[in-house]
């Protein structure tokens, strides 16, 4: 099992550029996340989804836009970007345990974007 | 608004010691009480989880201390290691799933 895999590692992006980071997860899991980390500031969740077709927007979703076509894929669209979106971007998925279990999100490496 | 405060920002323990880091959270709806570890270049993974209708939680070297009344809870790293070395995120949701996390608490073990 490969778990989360998310491409690119790294990305300079200049202003106003578009781009698309791929989220991809082998282990069947329902749920899926994209978060944001910077510096002090913990984990944003931008977007998440309960299905395929089924996405809904987190705390931090402007400037972004999901789409969830099947279980695995769960890709991250960046239009127009702008220096505040500099940022490490995280993608997560879980399965809902059920009973008195944990629903642990399991992360991806992250991808580091620039927008400069 | 961090919807879970976590404090200090960061800390620095020698060997052996013990390192403590407090959450606070308002929501009350709030029932699954994880904490994430994560280390340099690194995605986050889950360390410990809490449930609101236990007080603590205990795995190897980690507790967790849980205070509904207060709406606190606490992470206790018991006898640190140098591998222990990372940062650690509190984090609250409801229903298990959209997760609110705290600002993360950089610790340094020193050998």
């Given at each position: 099992n490969?778990?989360v895999?998310?491409?690119?590692k790294?990305?300079?992006l200049k202003?106003?550029?578009?781009?698309?980071?791929?989220?991809?997860?082998d282990?069947?899991?329902n749920?899926?996340?994209?978060?944001?980390?910077?510096?002090?500031m913990?984990l944003?969740?931008?977007y998440?989804?309960v299905?395929a077709g089924?996405?809904?927007?987190?705390?931090v979703p402007n400037?972004?836009n999901?789409s969830?076509s099947?279980?695995?894929?769960?890709?991250?669209r960046?239009?127009?970007a702008a220096?505040s979106?500099?940022?490490v971007y995280f993608?997560?998925?879980?399965?809902?345990?059920?009973?008195a279990g944990?629903?642990?999100?399991?992360?991806?490496?992250?991808?580091?974007l620039?927008?400069? | 608004?961090?919807?879970?405060k976590?404090s200090?920002?960061?800390?620095?323990?020698?060997k052996g010691?013990?390192?403590?880091?407090?959450?606070?959270y308002?929501n009350?709806?709030f029932?699954y009480?994880p904490?994430y570890?994560q280390?340099?270049g690194?995605?986050?993974?889950?360390l410990i989880?809490?449930?609101?209708d236990?007080s603590?939680?205990?795995?190897g070297?980690?507790t967790?201390s849980?205070?509904?009344?207060?709406?606190?809870?606490?992470l206790?790293?018991?006898?640190?290691?140098p591998?222990?070395?990372a940062?650690?995120f509190?984090?609250a949701?409801v229903?298990?799933?959209?997760?609110?996390?705290?600002a993360g608490t950089?610790?340094?073990?020193?050998?």
């Open positions: 490969a778990g895999t998310q491409t690119p790294f990305r300079i202003i106003g550029q578009s781009m698309t980071l791929q989220c991809t997860q282990m069947n899991h749920y899926m996340y994209w978060y944001r980390q910077d510096p002090g913990g944003k969740l931008i998440y989804s299905g089924i996405t809904d927007k987190g705390e400037g972004y999901v969830r099947t279980t695995e894929d769960f890709p991250l960046l239009e127009l220096p979106q500099t940022s993608c997560a998925s879980s399965s809902r345990s059920g009973g944990y629903n642990e999100q399991f992360f991806g490496p992250g991808t580091r620039t927008v400069l | 608004q961090q919807q879970v976590q200090p920002q960061s800390l620095i323990v020698q010691g013990i390192s403590i880091i407090n959450c606070a308002e009350t709806a029932d009480f904490w570890q280390f340099p690194k995605g986050p993974a889950l989880a809490i449930r609101p236990v603590e939680k205990k795995e070297r980690f967790i849980f205070n509904k009344s207060a709406k606190q809870f606490s206790h790293i018991m006898d640190s290691q591998g222990d070395s940062t650690y509190c984090a949701s229903n298990d799933y959209k997760l609110s996390f705290g950089t610790v340094t073990v020193r050998a």
